[in-house]
């Protein structure tokens, strides 16, 4: 009875297999946290800049050139609205997750200083906004009592699992706070899980530290699930990375697919020295900061190096796609990082937090084996909810339902037709040069994706107990060249600040540094872009903060005067 | 190509099964902490004492209805040299792993009264005993590197995994010190871990406390990956119920063979408050603390139901097999347990720590569908290290090999032929009662053990940090009725506790309790007993304390006069 039974089960994991005849590739989902757009060796932009030449990062190089470079990839500012979309399909304004979630329950992060996570928004106020209202505690998995303030939604991941792969967590959850469901990766479809929990970064990066399992260090952020390494000289990035391989050999001997999240804490604060790196980066004559973060960043790549070499001593890097990302732009405002304050995503604006550049346009890379044009680069901007169709194509799962709407679209046609369209373009010569390739345009009826689609970010929050107009209260539309952005704090009788006016306007191609507000010049694409970030955040019912002095909150943006 | 590959890797999983044709039962070892032979209301002994009164677990009374009761199941007098037996098959005092692991590396447990495991042996030392020496830091699964102080051992989990089982850890590991790789429950062959770490109690058991995850209560024994859970108000034996029940979901879907350890951290101390079950014990009269402890015991039952049901409901209660076990005896030195000290254990003598009855003999029952005949009892003693060949018997694994040489005898002949045997004694009416059925032997012919053979077990530590005669430096040998006590306190000039001698023998038949030392009455058996303890402990160089005073270790016990 066993026997046929478990022979009925093994068929009925091949059948899906079967049935379509359709190739299952492996899934390697590598994520960096606040990690910058020009923070490696692998230029994304039009030039190499000159923090570019501050990393050395040959294992992106390699990716690189294995796969696709998507030269305008975007995240949110902060990390939970990315993960989450990437985990929902969902737009982060459409989900109500603006902002990232508070370890504990129950406590928005707006304007957090305090301790272990507990908020203290009400004293640190800017007086002006009250917080809005949004789903302080995240997201939650389908099928789980979901708590007051949380969007459910159907996992990818459990779609995955459910279609045949074998899914892994290992490094940083933050879906959602501690007490609710979407604290745990189990809940979200995976079935094993390293280190995720509801904190958004580690106590420490280091072994000697116990990465925060010591009395004297321990708040939540302390990192789980690696009691092997306590005490010893070894950087959580390393660790994290050897619990991965290790836990990569059961599917790989079962020639079971697998899922892997590989979603390093690194690069987020703290900011620690990873001593097998920090030396070289020394000798470069950067700062001390500099050179831990840089350090950081190195041990990311060997990170990224160690499972691409795995890949192929194990003979299945042709059957593994990898995707890499940032969760947000790097952090620009943090004194332990080194070097000039809010320069470090230069050429970019600003960092993590902001809806300027710095803050959302992030490294992403892809790898398809056999579909994706070595070397190549494309220029279509990239969501983190696009991912959710994505992995699904990629791991051949066609009919599913989910609970939630699925504001993204594959990339799969872009990053594999895309690439050969470019391939082809630059065989043809029409492409000589990295500027060129970074302007260089990809059709819609290649990719199915409009390059010019718009894109959508808002922070209606205040990131850190001091307002910073760089940051917050700002909410931006990217529409092929152009951006608007919408300053929250503009709109309040006498609370102006910048140029005073509600509505910057830049034009990203020519001014990737938004530099150059051109909104006096172009009122008429200021109030077209006006009307539609107003449309959408009114269609997805977005958070607006609420003005203290008159308890309402901020209009829509096409609710303002325009021409 | 991924077609083919994956197909192929799915006939890979199918093949160990249809190849030998074997049956390959689900398997739950459920393992208890901390709980004592007489703290059930299934009542293990010749009669229901009054301390099976005192308890009302209807699910492990189901549980003995379907299967068997092993009345002489024995374990180690405390916790990991249990669990590291019954993952490598060796006996504790072969391994030298004879006292439980610090939550810290390199911290000898020898009467510890520090904070977060911190070792304080030196000042509490008994002035006559230096510790012995023993593997302090655990066991280390085989392929890793093992630190100084382990044992290496192939584990039965891994063995059971490469078979096709899907394994999954639920509760608490303690196999080994942070900073060891036996601390990981990934290392030892489970694809899943829940909560398992280098702690052997866990820091708070309520979800109001985040089960020990906050600033004020936080040590190293505080829970993991239950951070869904955090302020909830919940109990840890549920949470992790939860925890197991949602985790099987997988391999019972995708009918792969599953090995669930759910190893409570209940009813190991704190003895908190299960506030589900506390009233009940209040109104039968105990004390807070008793209905303290009885309410955990009650939680532990609830559990067990929950796996039955579970089994019942999915409709693979036929295709799985159940072990329980508890993993030493139950504390009886605790005043937040209430009742009378050192009684808990009653009708035996002492509890955990000792190697009295109390201490070593410990609950146990075993159900495989088909094969045990219901509702017997099965009196031949059972060890820890045979659990090992019997979980491979049971998962059809046959040809393996391990680098641990293997102390253990499988049980899977002494439960399925020797259950039989009894019905069908009882049947013929050569069994009437419950004192009957207790005395009932199975001749090794049926169920492949000596009834006899003799049972060693050493304890050449000291518990507490003050000594105690009842539990510290004791060392036993059992075989048939006959027990040997080596107090190893008595044989130091100018020491002498108890009755002054080395050597205490029982008639544990005639003698439950071991209130009458018959050691002056048979020399004879004395000698003999002494003669086979010493033999052994020599044969696997056990560990002995070592005197102050001379710097010599305590002699093996034939090497003291005897008739």
Known sequence: MQTRKTALAALALLSPILAGGAKRPN??????????????????GEEVYPRNRQFHT????????????????????????????????????????TNWTSMAKDEPSDAVGGKNGAAVYEELDTDVFRRPEWNINGLCPEGFAAPADVQVATPVVRLLRDAGYYTIHVGKAHWASAGTPGSSPYNWGFLVNIAGTNAGLPKSYLGTDNFGNKPELWNMAAVQNMTEYYGDDIFLTEALTREALKTLD?????????YLY????????????????????KE??????????????????????????????????????????????????????????????????EGKGSCYQGGIRVPMMVY????????????????????????????????YQTTQPIDGQ??????????????????????????????????????????DRPLFFHYPHQWKVEYRQEVDFLSTVIAGDWKLVYVMMNTVPGQ?????????LYNLREDIGEKHNRAADRPDKVAELARLLGARLRAWNASMPVVRATGKPVPYPDELPLQ
């Not at 590989?262 to 980066?281: C, G, I, L, N």
């Not at 260089?440 to 009826?445: C, G, L, N």
């Not at 102006?496 to 910057?504: K, L, N, Q, R």
């Open 58 to 97: 040959p294992n992106m190089e390699r990716l690189a050139e294995k796969g696709v470079i998507l030269t305008q990839a975007y995240a949110c500012p902060v990390s939970t609205p990315t993960r989450t979309s990437l985990m929902s399909g969902m737009n982060a304004v459409h989900s109500h997750i």
């Open 262 to 281: 590989m979603a390093h804490y690194a690069t987020h604060t703290p900011v620690q020295k990873d001593k097998r790196f920090f030396s070289e980066y």
């Open 250 to 258: 059961y599917p790989v001997a079962h020639r079971q697919p697998f």
């Open 496 to 504: 102006h600040v910048a140029d005073g006016v509600p509505f910057e």
């Open 410 to 451: 594959s990339i799969v046609p872009l990053v594999t037709r895309g690439s050969q369209y470019v391939a082809k373009a630059a065989r043809r010569g029409e492409i000589t040069s990295q500027k060129e390739a970074n302007r260089f345009e990809v059709p819609a009826s290649v990719s199915g994706i409009d390059p």
């Open 368 to 399: 398809i084996p056999g579909k994706t044009a070595p070397g190549t680069r494309i220029n279509t901007p990239v969501v983190p909810e696009d991912l959710f169709p994505t992995l699904l194509e990629l791991g051949g799962v066609k009919a």
């Open 27 to 44: 899934i390697i989902f590598f994520l960096v946290d606040d990690y910058g757009w020009p923070e490696s060796s692998v230029a994304y």
């Open 284 to 349: 470069m004559g950067l700062d001390n900061g500099e050179a831990r973060f840089s350090s950081m960043v190195a041990g990311v790549d060997k990170s990224l190096g160690d499972l691409m070499d795995y890949l192929e001593e194990r003979g299945i890097a042709d059957d593994t796609v990898i995707i890499f990302m940032a969760d947000n732009g790097g952090n620009a405002d943090v004194k332990s990082k080194g070097g000039v304050p809010h320069t470090q995503c230069a050429p970019l604006r």
